[in-house]
């Protein structure tokens, strides 16, 4: 498992991961309130990758990548 330190590079990477295989594709979101920390991962199984912050602004910064995958997942066609 491999924590990225730049949200950009975690951002382009999740959403690279998501289009190689849609459907083995599993996305996780944890806040530690007592640590007021927040950790994304995002894994196909074989590839995994994570990325852990502190700071208030990348909420909104996931938020936008969280729209971004479900974008994806509304126009994928049957």
Same mark, same amino acid.
């Given at each position: 498992?491999?924590? +990225?330190? =730049?949200?950009?590079?975690?951002?382009? !990477? !999740?959403? *690279?991961?998501?289009?190689?295989?849609? =459907?083995?594709? #599993?996305? %996780?979101?944890?806040? *530690? @309130? =007592?640590?007021?920390?927040?950790? %994304?991962? +995002?894994?196909?199984?074989? %590839?995994? +990758? /994570?990325? *852990?912050?502190? @700071? !208030? /602004?990348? %909420?909104? #910064? $996931?938020?936008?990548?969280?729209? /971004? $995958?479900? *974008? @994806?997942? !509304? =126009?994928?066609?049957?």
């Amino acid at each position: 498992m491999t924590y +990225i330190t =730049s949200w950009d590079d975690f951002s382009k !990477a !999740a959403e *690279r991961l998501y289009l190689k295989d849609p =459907s083995k594709c #599993r996305f %996780v979101t944890k806040y *530690r @309130h =007592s640590d007021g920390k927040l950790n %994304v991962k +995002i894994t196909d199984d074989s %590839v995994c +990758i /994570q990325y *852990r912050t502190e @700071h !208030a /602004q990348d %909420v909104k #910064r $996931l938020e936008k990548l969280t729209n /971004q $995958l479900m *974008r @994806h997942m !509304a =126009s994928k066609e049957k």
